[in-house]
């Protein structure tokens, strides 16, 4: 009676932790994180995977036509800006006086969900969309919705490295 009470615990036990593991149980991340969420780096996947997948899909969901011009997170290295450009194949970081650029807000990863904050340009003006994401450690995350918010939002302010580095020289007299 004991033995088979004990063989169900353990079998029990085992289903759990095989459903757990199966199912995505990473910790909860932001980049760029706000005041008291939990810290992410940019530079570990799947966070540029997460970034160059959701400008692909709100891209080719808002403007397919246009070519596809892009903008990450103020503070992201230059080695994720590389990965992100290189996962995409196609388009070009943005450059200061770019008018017509999709723009990475913010990303949240949480277990098997991820969501990606995405700045568009229609209509002579910028709004706000979220691409919803769902994958594990067994399988890549993809993207399942593009959820529009329908929100003017400021123009992106260009945040490449080169732009960054050039911003904060001072002025040649």
């Not at 996947?45 to 899909?57: E, G, H, I, R, Y």
């Not at 397919?64 to 196609?90: A, F, H, M, S």
């Not at 999709?102 to 949240?108: F, T």
């Not at 691409?131 to 939002?153: D, I």
């Amino acid at each position: 009676m004991r033995k088979q009470i004990l063989i169900k615990a353990l079998s029990f036990t085992a289903a759990i932790a095989v459903a757990l593991s199966i199912s995505g149980c990473t910790a909860t991340m932001t980049y760029p994180e706000y005041q008291g969420a939990p810290k992410a780096d940019p530079s570990l996947q799947p966070m540029p995977n997460l970034m160059a997948d959701a400008l692909k899909f709100a891209h080719q969901r808002t403007s397919p036509d246009q070519e596809l011009v892009y903008n990450l997170p103020p503070t992201t290295p230059v080695q994720v800006w590389t990965g992100v450009g290189k996962r995409l194949g196609i388009g070009r970081p943005m450059t200061v006086g770019d008018t017509h650029v999709w723009s990475i807000r913010q990303v949240r990863l949480s277990g098997a969900r991820a969501e990606v904050d995405v700045v568009y340009p229609t209509e002579g003006i910028y709004q706000l969309a979220t691409v919803h994401f769902v994958g594990s450690m067994a399988q890549p995350y993809y993207p399942t919705m593009l959820q529009f918010w329908l929100v003017p939002v400021d123009a992106p302010t260009c945040n490449t490295p080169l732009a960054v580095v050039q911003q904060a020289k001072p002025a040649q007299q």
